[in-house]
């Protein structure tokens, strides 16, 4: 589900940019102003901060740029919103729990877990489901349904944010391959030329342009990967809620397991 919501994002964006792209292509040109020459002769760099001053600067890697910038911030934004407590695990699933495991009112608990969308309610079916369903089975056999349980819903935890991570080790690269291209070109440009102030002037400016491709990979990666590792931090703390939440409710199904051994050694 998390996937699909992430590439649903991701398929957003990409039109979002493509709808940008085709709009800007069917403006005319504006005609440059006194105003405009003004402000880029105080500030050299005001024309990259536009859309098209950003395309024309960095060539075809803008369009790769601005994708991810765009899927980083939907994951920033929707893992702000998902990546909670209240995804993991609650207390009122806990109390519930507790109270109708004392009860051994597991049909009810798989009732509660089927209407719950935590990663321990799910790990709590996944137990209840087994034990129900093979009812001869020792306490050690659902055991272990429920710790591989855990460790696909840590996994999935884990890969979720993942996905950040990449956006923020892509974009640099990006941004370098970017660069590379352009000081191909630039160089290209010049060969065969002379080497006068012009010439010079030219290259200067060239490689300026082209190292605008790695300044904007790093402004992208940057903040994902700090994002990236403020999200890690707090999945790995919610995953060590859920585990002590998880042991909690295997040492009430112990105790219930343990009272119905001796009821029936005692008949």
Known sequence: MHRKILLALAVLAAVFVTMNVTAHAQQPAPAPTVTTAAALEEN?????????????????????????????????VLFTFTVRQGTVVSDAFMNSADALIRKQDYLGLLAVCNRRNECIARITAKTLDFATRNPTASFEEVKEVTEAEGNRQSSLLLARIAYLGDVGAVAPMLGLLGTTLGMITTFHEISGKGVGGSNQLGLAQGVSEALLCTASGLVIGIPALIFYAIFRGKVNRLISEMEAATTHLMALLAVQYKRAARAVAGN
């Open 44 to 76: 050299p760099y005001a024309d990259a901060l536009t859309f098209d001053g950003f395309v024309r600067r960095t060539g075809v890697m803008a369009y790769p740029l601005i994708g991810l910038s765009m899927v980083a911030f939907f994951m920033i």
